[in-house]
C-alpha cells in the first residue's frame, strides 16, 4: 500500500493508473477510520481494480467553535486499518498547506437552498468547504468513481450534483449506512460520547424507525411524523439541532410522505452533534 503525501506525486500515480487501464475507486475520509469507511472500501473494491483513499481532516469545512481542533486523528491506526483489508492501493495524506496553499482564494459552492437547509441551515459554510475539497481531489486523483456514504445524505446529494454541473468524469456511488448493534450509526464522532451518552445515543435511530413504522400504517403528513419524532428524542433528554423531511432530489421540504423522501435529523448528546437519515420510498 503506496502512501503519497504529494499531489505531484499523486497526479504522476493516477496518470500512470490511467495509461494502464486501471479503474479507479475512490475513497475521500476525514480518517478516524471505522467499519463505515472500510464498507466504501469493500465496494470501492468490488468494482475498480485500484482503489485509493485519502485522509485529510478538511479546516474549510468546520465553522468556528467546531470540533476541527479536537477532531481525532489517529493516522497510525489508520494506515493499519487500511493496510490489512489488502483492498487500498494507495493513500493520500496530504498537509492543510498543500489543498490550502497560502493565498489560494478559490472555493466551489453549490448555490442553491440545497446546501442552506438541514446541515446547511445549522453549519453556515460547511458545504463550500466539503465541495471545495472534493474538488480539489477530484482534480488531483481523477477516480472513476467516487465512493460516499448514504450516512451523510445531504453531503452525498450535493456532490453527486457537483459532478453533475461541472462535468467532472467520476459516477458517484452512494452506500448504505453501517450502524452498531443497537442502531447507532457509525461516525468517529462517536468516540467523543461518555458511556452514558453512548446508551442515549441510539434514540436518534429508534425516533427514525418510529418514523418509518408511521409510514407503514399509514401516516402521511410530514409535519405530525416530525412532531413525534421530536418528542420521542426530547423525551430522552437529548437536545434537538433539527428534524426534517425533504425531498431526496432537491432536498425542498415536504409535506406530505409521497414518492421518496429523506428524514434527517441531528441532536446534540452532551456537545456531540450526531446526524442520521432514512429514505423512505412509497
Ligand atoms: P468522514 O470521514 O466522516 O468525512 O466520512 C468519509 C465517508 O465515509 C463519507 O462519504 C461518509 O458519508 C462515509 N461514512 C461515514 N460514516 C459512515 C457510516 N456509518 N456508514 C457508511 N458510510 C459512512
Excluded: W
Aim: charged letters at 25%; aromatic letters at 6%; one cysteine or more.
Amino acid at each position: 500500500m503506496k502512501i503519497i503525501k504529494e499531489i505531484s506525486e499523486m497526479h504522476e500515480y493516477t496518470a500512470k493508473l490511467k495509461k494502464r487501464g486501471h479503474s479507479t475507486g475512490f475513497v475521500p475520509t476525514m480518517g478516524a477510520l471505522h467499519e463505515g469507511h472500510l464498507s466504501l472500501v469493500d465496494r470501492a473494491s468490488a468494482e475498480n481494480n485500484k482503489i485509493i483513499v485519502s485522509i485529510f481532516v478538511n479546516p474549510t469545512q468546520f465553522g468556528p467553535g467546531e470540533d476541527f481542533d479536537k477532531y481525532p486523528r489517529p493516522l497510525k491506526k489508520d494506515l493499519k486499518m487500511l493496510k490489512e483489508t489488502r483492498k487500498v492501493d494507495c493513500v493520500f495524506t496530504p498537509d492543510r498547506d498543500m489543498m490550502y496553499p497560502p493565498g489560494a482564494a478559490s472555493y466551489v459552492t453549490l448555490e442553491n437552498e440545497m446546501a442552506n437547509v438541514l446541515c446547511g441551515a445549522s453549519r453556515p459554510g460547511h458545504f463550500k468547504g466539503v465541495t471545495t475539497v472534493v474538488a480539489e481531489l477530484l482534480n488531483i486523483v481523477k477516480p472513476d468513481r467516487l465512493y460516499l456514504g448514504q450516512k451523510d445524505a445531504q453531503q452525498a446529494l450535493i456532490l453527486s450534483k457537483m459532478i453533475k454541473d461541472l462535468h467532472y468524469n467520476t459516477e458517484a456511488v452512494i452506500c448504505p449506512i453501517v450502524r452498531e448493534k443497537d442502531g447507532l450509526a457509525l461516525s468517529s464522532r462517536n468516540a467523543y460520547l461518555t458511556p452514558e451518552q453512548r446508551d442515549t445515543a441510539p434514540i436518534l435511530y429508534k425516533s427514525l424507525q418510529m418514523a418509518e413504522s408511521m409510514v407503514e400504517l399509514g401516516e402521511r403528513s410530514a409535519e405530525t411524523i416530525k412532531k413525534e419524532i421530536r418528542r420521542k428524542i426530547k423525551e430522552s433528554g437529548v437536545e434537538i439541532d433539527y428534524v426534517e423531511i425533504a425531498g431526496t432530489e432537491d432536498l425542498a421540504p415536504a409535506e406530505i410522505i409521497a414518492g421518496n423522501v429523506l428524514i434527517a435529523a441531528a441532536i446534540f448528546v452532551g456537545k456531540t452533534r450526531l446526524i442520521d437519515n432514512t429514505i423512505i420510498k412509497i
